[in-house]
């Protein structure tokens, strides 16, 4: 997804509420039960994949050290969107519901309040690049990340990890 895309669905909640009817429809998305057991077990996958990050970047794959910060993110935001009761079986769709519940729009004065200390335009941003990086390193075939670059999202999954961690155990 491109930052135009992100900029298009972050400021229309109408096409945000389209593509989330759109994605029920396919079945990619659904409404659930609020489950605290799975929203931990994100969590752990979270934690899980934060300290595999450092274990591959130690051993010089980088390229699973980025892979695994998209997963540690991807985790954190499926337990961040069952607790508004929805599972996730897209990349598009997890970020609809994120946009639709946390980005600032239809949310109570103290929903708003709290979570626009925690996840802003860069964290959604952040949470988009580390996908289109993980589809890099994953399928390209070229060695396309360093130690720097690994170290930084490594520091960017950790910092999005704990902001979910903090809207979710804050609440």
Not at 23 to 45: C, S, V
Not at 96 to 115: A, C, H, N, Q
Not at 138 to 161: D, H, N
Request: aromatic fraction near 12%; charge should be positive.
């Amino acid at each position: 997804m491109k930052e135009y895309d992100l900029q298009k669905l972050t400021n229309n909640p109408e096409l945000v509420k389209q593509k989330i009817d759109r994605f029920i429809r396919k079945k990619l998305l659904k409404k659930q039960k609020i489950d605290k057991e799975e929203i931990k077990g994100h969590i752990l996958k979270s934690e899980n994949n934060l300290r595999f990050i450092l274990a591959a970047a130690e051993k010089n794959f980088f390229d699973w050290a980025v892979t695994g910060c998209y997963y540690a993110c991807y985790h954190a935001a499926l337990a961040l969107i069952l607790t508004k009761g929805y599972s996730s079986k897209n990349h598009l769709a997890t970020l609809s519901v994120i946009i639709k519940e946390f980005y600032k729009k239809g949310l109570t004065k103290e929903d708003i309040e709290i979570l626009s200390k925690f996840l802003d335009y860069e964290d959604i941003l952040f949470y988009v690049e580390s996908k289109n990086k993980r589809e890099d390193a994953t399928y390209s075939t070229k060695l396309l990340f360093g130690k720097k670059e690994v170290e930084a999202l490594r520091i960017k999954a950790i910092l999005f990890v704990n902001k979910i961690k903090d809207i979710i155990f804050k609440n």
